[in-house]
């Protein structure tokens, strides 16, 4: 056997490209990509946050917020470092806010986006982790009103913040191709393309508000795993074994996908679908026409169009969320409080029973 050089690799003639123009492409593309995150992470912080504080007498835990997000260079993944300060125009060490949530605490006080954060209370704010800073330092305040003082265009001045309650859990937004979203029950996963399917606020909402559902509801006693669509539940439990070394062949997702075994997962979804809607309203989202979410998922995945499979069919879901528009449509007409009624099946009513639930 003898191999031939010349036609081991391309045979055409490419042209000669430049390191330096590449690298300058890549600081391009790297400061188009955080810009474009971080603008989409602002809404989905605006509509989370508005889920949080219409919803909180439902949730396990909460804790005091105030709408806002500030970072420094430093608070950033360091695969962000380099170029963040362009991207962002934030500082090294002053942390400097990024987004305000419309209706929040924050922008009620005046913050505006591009304010440099000094101090809370006169303690100087961390130039690293501060995000997590401000939420341990609010935490700790309580309900007790916050004086921020602020850096804005040189001229420092000192605003007061009346943080508001809302639900505690973290939401995560990754960037990920994978239309979905889930719970592990200690936080909720947002993927870049759901987000990007939800064209309203309102379908957001429900999105956000179906994994909050299944916090609330106490359905990750029965499953570990809570996502938005099929299949991914019984592809992380087959993922589960082989972390362990054991090798299912897809045992589970197959199990998943053809017996339905997990009927009660149906029911848990429909449930969620049923009270994310509710969670939407109750945010001051117009849930008419938020349906639509569910056909746009029947287009990104074809096989949830007839298949139900942990989830019900994208038709089905449909379906049961325009019912549920007019149900909560009829309530605010008659200006009844928006809370989702009790007792829909059998198996919701036995989950009911377990105490887990809030409604
Ligand atoms: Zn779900």
Known sequence: MWLCADCAGPVSKLPEISAAAVAAEERKQQIAQIRDYYAKLNRVDNVAFHIRVANREYCKTVSPQIGTHMVTV???????????????????????????????????????????????????????????WIGGYLKENGARPVQVALRRNGVDQTVTVQPVIACAIPIEFVT???????????????????????????????????????????????????????????????????????????????QF?????????????????????????????DIAGAEEIWRALGQAHPDSIRFATTHPTSP???????????????????????????KVSRAESDSAATGQNSF
Do not use: C
């Open 316 to 342: 089905q879901r449909f379906i049961q969320m325009r019912e549920v528009a007019a149900e909560i449509a009829d309530k605010k007409s008659r200006q009844l409080p928006l809370v989702p009624e009790l």
């Open 74 to 132: 430093q608070s950033l993944p360091n695969k962000y470092r380099s170029f963040s300060r362009e991207a962002l125009n934030v500082s090294w060490t002053k942390p400097t806010v990024i987004s305000v949530v419309a209706g929040s605490p924050a922008a009620a006080a005046g913050i505006m986006t591009g304010d440099q954060v000094l101090a809370l209370d006169n303690v100087a704010v961390p130039p690293r982790r501060t995000a997590g």
């Open 257 to 285: 996908k053809k017996t339905g075994a997990l009927a009660f997962s149906v029911g848990f979804e429909r449930e969620a679908d049923y009270v994310d809607a509710y969670y939407a309203a109750r945010a001051g989202y």
């Open 176 to 254: 990920a191709d994978e239309v979905n979203a889930y719970t592990t029950g200690d936080k909720i996963v947002i993927n870049t393309a759901i987000v990007a399917l939800a064209r309203t606020d309102a379908q957001l909402a429900v999105v956000i508000g179906h994994e909050l559902a299944h916090v609330n509801l106490g359905h990750l006693e029965k499953q570990n795993v809570n996502a938005l669509i099929g299949t991914v539940g019984g592809a992380l439990v087959d993922g589960g074994f082989l972390l362990g070394g054991i090798y299912t062949g897809g045992a589970f997702t197959k």
